[in-house]
Nanobody
Framework: QVQLVESGGGLVQPGDFMRLSCVAS????????MGWFRQAPGKEREFVGL????????FYGDSVKGRVTVFKDNPKNTVYLQMIGLKDEDTAVYYC???????????????WGQGTQVTVSS
């Protein structure tokens, strides 16, 4: 099993910058990719971005491409989500995700964090 714990989030203003972090523990040798999804009220869980755990390849969701960067610190077993130009529609619970494959949809994710709320509001 892999445990994921997110930190960061909270209330941010439109146009601001945000950084979330996620620390993995447990059977981290299982991890092939780590990344982020988000879920707004009444909507499905949406892919945000992920990174290849052993390399540097990244994938990003179309709705956030150009505003998001996913990067990692392998010795710290930590993945980060950095977002600029925040908009009201970025308000959601952001979930850290890890898996044994490239998981571009929620049904392919093997491990989830508990989620952290991000609210974009002035």
């Amino acid at each position: 099993q892999v445990q994921l714990v997110e930190s960061g989030g909270g209330l941010v203003q439109p146009g601001d910058f945000m950084r979330l972090s996620c620390v993995a523990s447990g059977r981290t040798s299982d991890i092939y990719t780590m990344g982020w999804f988000r879920q707004a009220p009444g909507k499905e869980r949406e892919f945000v971005g992920l990174i290849d755990w052993s390399g540097d390849g990244t994938f990003y969701g179309d709705s956030v491409k150009g505003r998001v960067t996913v990067f990692k610190d392998n010795p710290k077993n930590t993945v980060y989500l950095q977002m600029i130009g925040l908009k009201d529609e970025d308000t959601a619970v952001y979930y850290c995700a890890a898996g044994r494959r490239v998981a571009l949809s929620a049904d392919l994710v093997d491990y989830w964090g508990q989620g952290t709320q991000v609210t974009v509001s002035s």
